[in-house]
């Protein structure tokens, strides 16, 4: 299958600090991508769908000022958390669609583990 | 709102058993359906999609789709412990301006007994 890979897998910060979480896809270009936040026994939750070379669609309820999100090519994508908060400790997973297959199946990221202090 | 249902179990199988994993979901115009395996502490990983009604195998793996039920369903053949996994059921749907999205639902939790 088609790989995706996350940076970094782990972050720990202080309330009031930014993280930047970056998400790349490896061997195919991924004109769309998505992001989710995932919290302890919960399901994935979509906060967004990030399209290249444009402005990312945000789900309702997603501050889209507190979670900045970049796709600026074809292989890249930064979800930005700013002024992080403890309420916002999470489980971050992007995720991209192949273009190459007629299946156009989502691969996910493995992950960011956000603890905001 | 689109809905995807799952028995969030856990769902308990002796080694060698099969496992069925049930879904239903509520929009009649999702498409494609997806099953996602996810281990603890890590992102969720393709196991099988399908598309169209009746059964797909792929190796100890096979979903089963019912659209006039609005009903998904995997089964796993002869249960193994590494198996035990929360499994993800995922619907895509056609969601408005060519674009598609991904609704899961919250997973079922499978404990494979040795």
């Known amino acids: 299958g088609a790989v995706v890979s996350q940076h970094p897998s782990r972050v720990i910060c202080k309330s009031g600090t930014s993280v930047k979480i970056e998400c790349r896809s490896l061997?195919?270009?991924?004109?769309?991508m998505f992001w989710y936040r995932q919290f302890p026994k919960q399901s994935l939750m979509l906060m967004a769908t990030?399209?290249?070379?444009?402005?990312?669609?945000?789900e309702q309820g997603v501050e889209k000022d507190k979670f900045l999100i970049n796709h600026a090519s074809l292989t890249l994508s930064t979800l930005t958390v700013t002024s992080a908060h403890p309420e916002d400790s999470s489980f971050y997973i992007c995720?991209?669609?192949?273009?190459?297959?007629?299946?156009?199946?989502?691969?996910f990221g493995p992950g960011t583990r956000l603890t905001v202090l | 709102q689109k809905e995807v249902e799952q028995n969030s179990g856990p769902l308990s199988v002796p080694e060698g058993a099969i496992a069925s994993l049930n879904c239903t979901y509520s929009?009649?115009?999702?498409?494609?359906f997806f099953w996602y395996r996810q281990y603890s502490g890590k992102s969720p990983e393709l196991i099988m999609f399908?598309?169209?009604?009746g059964d797909k195998e792929d190796g100890r793996f096979t979903a089963q789709l019912n659209k006039a039920s609005q009903y998904v369903s995997l089964l796993i053949r002869d249960s193994q412990p590494s198996d035990s996994a929360t499994y993800l059921c995922?619907?895509?749907?056609?969601?408005?301006?060519?674009?598609?999205?991904?609704?899961f639902g919250k997973g079922t939790k499978l404990s494979v007994i040795p």
């Open positions: 995922a619907v895509k749907a056609y969601s408005g301006a060519g674009s598609y999205q991904l609704t």
């Open positions: 990030s399209n290249e070379g444009s402005k990312a669609t945000y």
């Open positions: 929009d009649r115009g999702s498409q494609s």
């Open positions: 399908i598309y169209s009604n």
């Open positions: 995720s991209a669609n192949t273009v190459k297959q007629s299946t156009d199946t989502q691969y």
């Open positions: 061997d195919f270009q991924a004109t769309t």
